[in-house]
């Protein structure tokens, strides 16, 4: 799916949509984002040298996963973080690197859903988590 047909699945919108375009294989989603190096988040991180910071990475991997909950995220439904552990950030990511996150959902406790992800760059390990969120709303 494109940028106009994840829109459809999550409430982000520019500059926070950080995802390009998003797929699913079986029980994983996958997520791609081109790093063009223009963004706000790269401004003054840092200077001369930029580096995607790791809650950029962290939200990416949860609007990944989030594709896999197209049915739950109906209209005034939001995905918001309950929390992250295990985070690794391996591989810094940089301007002109393509980002892929895959995840997949361990659990439901309905709210809340338990996941997985990871992030690779031009087959870099960057970064690895579990992380938890809730669907809230009407």
């Known amino acids: 799916m ?3 047909e994840i829109k459809k699945i999550l409430p982000h919108r520019e500059p926070m949509l950080l995802l390009d375009e998003a ?3 079986g029980d994983t989603a996958v997520g791609r984002y081109h790093v063009r190096g223009d963004e ?3 401004q003054g991180h840092f200077p001369g040298d930029p580096i995607v910071p790791g809650v950029i990475l962290c939200e990416i991997l949860a609007q990944s996963a989030c594709v896999l909950m197209e ?3 109906r209209e005034g439904k939001l995905p918001v973080y309950t929390g992250l552990d295990k985070v690794r950030f391996r591989s810094p990511v940089r301007p002109g690197d393509v980002i892929e996150a895959r ?4 659990r439901v406790k309905h709210p809340f859903y338990f996941a997985e992800g990871k ?3 031009g087959g870099r390990l960057c970064v ?4 938890s969120f809730a669907i809230t709303g009407e």
């Open 2 to 4: 494109d940028r106009e």
């Open 40 to 42: 706000f988040f790269l």
């Open 119 to 121: 992030i690779e760059a």
């Open 103 to 106: 995840c997949r959902i361990r």
């Open 23 to 25: 797929e699913r294989e």
């Open 71 to 73: 049915e739950q995220m």
């Open 128 to 131: 690895s988590a579990e992380f």
